[in-house]
């Protein structure tokens, strides 16, 4: 049956509601233009701003000062526009509250005071309480759903770096979260930083327009080296060092097809316009020596339309390498990967690159003026300040839960489900946090049952 001339189909409906979740305001009035042609209904995206508008000071505290946090206020926050702030700061840590401080002051001339700078688990409250507009969330995950509502709560404007949860509990946290801060006109954006990057959201709109047709199948990877891990030191608590250690520990960090390959995930959802609806995988432990996690996970989610999409990370030294993303359709191809996007005829031919700026010299940069990174935050003030809200809780949730079910599934070398990870109950992490005890033997999570003896 023909696609009415007049209307988008529901593919694009849907693409359209993930793109304004995607990119934000971005200064203009309707992110999505539809121009008739008299043949098909075509989608345009409007350019990124290469900065936010002026306006009034806002003010922005920072609850996690590890290192991304650090980067995204002092890199990113700072970097985004005019009369912007860092006022207050909050962590578990001394020494990650130091840090931050002398990263502002050396490379900002920034002080923050040290009446607004919040220590232990409770900092989060004081931050939110402090006085500022904006609320930075970059502490490890397993927080993520608390901090948030807190910041929601006392009507704050939110940036949370990704993985929001940990577990199916913490993303309907989140998800419900998101919700309420539609409700009250605040802007929420989340650190999948490839919705704000450049030559992604020119391919987003190419398949948006049916350059590869019917999406029919795809493959995400991130196939990288060993992460960081941090060895004890002396009068550290248990707590103190597995959450000094986090990308090692489960309740902490979600294992790293959570923590890490979420971002691939979100691309193939974020394209489709569409979740899993089931998942079957299987990974293993096979050099981590820290933590209680899996080193390697391949993964087969199964959307409707019984569309398959493989996913596959891996945390190995030494092994073949890609953090990328392709995408088959029923009239080419694409690959996608944090450099570039290409999209192929069906005979392998190239259709677009995506071209960028040249230098001085007519070479081309391989750059974009404004990384990702910043962009995030360009997006989220652009918002705020043009009063056209931004609200992405939903999209990192559900692309969160994607990686979860598949986590799951491989740990249990179960199929499972979406409407099972929508109901389940299961929550992990200590009821209270103390700088206490903690059972540290690792408990490796083993699919299946043993083989009996003959």
């Known amino acids: 049956m023909e696609e009415p001339k007049d209307k988008l189909s529901r593919r694009k409906f849907l693409g359209n509601a993930i793109a304004v979740g995607a990119i934000g305001t971005l200064g203009v009035n309707g992110l999505i233009t539809a121009c008739s042609d008299n043949k098909k209904t075509r989608v345009t995206l409007p350019v990124p701003l290469d900065s936010a508008p002026d306006g009034p000071v806002l003010k922005a505290g920072l609850i996690g000062c590890g290192g991304r946090g650090a980067g995204a206020a002092v890199e990113d926050f700072l970097n985004a526009g005019p009369n912007l702030e860092i006022t207050a700061l909050g962590d578990l840590f001394q020494d990650k509250i130091d840090n931050t401080k002398k990263k502002l002051k050396e490379q900002k001339n920034v002080d923050v005071p040290d009446e607004n700078c919040f220590l232990g688990f409770d900092a989060f409250e004081k931050v939110i309480d402090s006085g500022v507009d904006v609320v930075l969330l970059a502490t490890p995950p397993v927080f993520r759903p608390q901090h948030f509502e807190a910041a929601i709560k006392a009507k704050k404007h939110v940036f949370m770096e990704k993985p929001v949860a940990v577990d199916p509990v913490g993303i309907r946290s989140i998800m419900a979260t998101g919700k309420k801060a539609e409700s009250l006109g605040l802007c929420v954006v989340a650190g999948t930083q490839r919705r704000h990057q450049r030559h992604y959201l020119k391919t987003y709109e190419k398949v948006l327009n049916g350059e590869i047709g019917e999406i029919v199948a795809a493959n995400c990877y991130w196939n990288g080296g060993k992460l960081w891990h941090v060895n004890r030191k002396e009068g550290w608590t248990d707590m103190e060092w597995m959450i000094r250690n986090w990308v090692n520990w489960l309740w902490l960090s979600g294992d790293h097809i959570v923590e890490q390959h979420v971002h691939n995930i979100d691309v193939i959802n974020w394209f489709t316009g569409k979740h899993p609806v089931k998942a079957v995988g299987f990974g293993s432990r096979q050099r981590r020596i820290t933590g209680d996690q899996y080193d390697n996970f391949s993964i087969d989610f199964v959307y409707d339309d019984d569309v398959h999409i493989h996913s596959m990370c891996r945390q190995i030294n030494d092994c073949a390498n890609s953090v990328s993303e392709y995408i ?127």
């Open 328 to 454: 088959r359709g029923t009239d080419g191809y694409l690959t996608s990967n944090s450099r570039n996007s290409k999209i192929f005829n069906p005979d392998g031919t190239l259709k677009f690159e995506y071209p960028y700026p040249e230098n001085e010299e007519g070479e081309e940069t391989n750059k974009v003026k404004i990384g990702p990174y910043v962009q995030e935050h360009i997006d989220l003030v652009t918002a705020i300040r043009t009063n056209q809200p931004i609200n992405e809780a939903e999209n990192v949730a559900v692309s969160n839960m994607t990686a979860i079910m598949g986590r799951i599934s491989a740990y249990t070398g179960k199929e499972v489900t979406w409407e099972e990870m929508m109901n389940s109950d299961l929550s992990l992490g200590p009821k209270q946090y103390t700088l206490g005890p903690m059972d540290l033997t690792p408990d490796i999570p083993i699919p299946g049952s043993a083989p009996k003896e003959s």
